[in-house]
């Protein structure tokens, strides 16, 4: 694949994979996420992203494979810190801790984001399992090693069925709040949802 753009240093000559800094990363990965918010995902396109960014589209084929991987690495890199790295030595300290990384404007710009996305799967199944692979998965991982370190304090028990509702929880009210009240929700609201729901259902 060619391009007309202007090359940059991290173009390596074919066939061989150049490794991008972090800085160019970080660079390529708001460029991804500007032209998502813009356009959407079915315009975005890896020759855009290219001119956007003054990259050629064999580099950015190098380092991902399309489209559906980019996207999905963009949205990680602007979460770099996974649950599971969270620690508090208790549900309730790790849940705040979780919600205090939250700002009400990163919040808006998410759920728009995401609601974009979740039309998007639908038609992209590729997109779907990038998604999964990760961003879904890994904070699914992490919210799984927080409720197994409750357990094991003995702060909730296992047999407690509200376990397995947990994911499908917080992501419902964040949904949930956008179509009934017709406005994304901000931290305060998942603060006083995860005090008033979450947390007494598993016991807390």
């Not at 404007?105 to 039309?119: I, N, S, Y």
Request: hydrophobic content about 45%.
């Amino acid at each position: 694949m060619t391009s007309t753009t202007a090359a940059r240093p991290d173009d390596a000559p074919r066939g061989r994979r150049s490794r991008l800094t972090p800085d160019r990363e970080a660079e390529l990965y708001a460029a991804v996420l500007d032209l998502l918010r813009t356009v959407g995902y079915d315009a975005l396109t890896m020759d855009a992203v290219a001119t956007r960014t003054r990259c050629s589209k064999a580099t950015l084929y190098r380092q991902w494979t399309g489209k559906p991987q980019l996207v999905a690495k963009a949205l990680r890199h602007e979460k770099p810190v996974t649950l599971a790295g969270i620690d508090t030595g208790s549900l309730r300290g790790d849940f705040a801790a979780v919600v205090a990384q939250m700002s009400e404007l990163r919040m808006e710009q998410d759920t728009a984001l995401m609601r974009g996305l979740l039309t998007a799967v639908h038609a992209h199944p590729d997109l779907l399992q990038a998604l999964r692979e990760l961003l879904v998965d890994p904070e699914l991982t992490g919210l799984n090693v927080l409720l197994t370190r409750a357990m094991e304090r003995g702060e909730i028990s296992a047999s407690n069925p509200a376990l397995s509702y947990v994911s499908h929880s917080l992501i419902g009210v964040l949904i949930a709040h956008q179509l009934l009240e017709n406005r994304p929700a901000d931290p305060a609201l998942v603060r006083s949802y995860i005090d008033a729901v979450v947390l007494p259902a598993l016991g807390v």
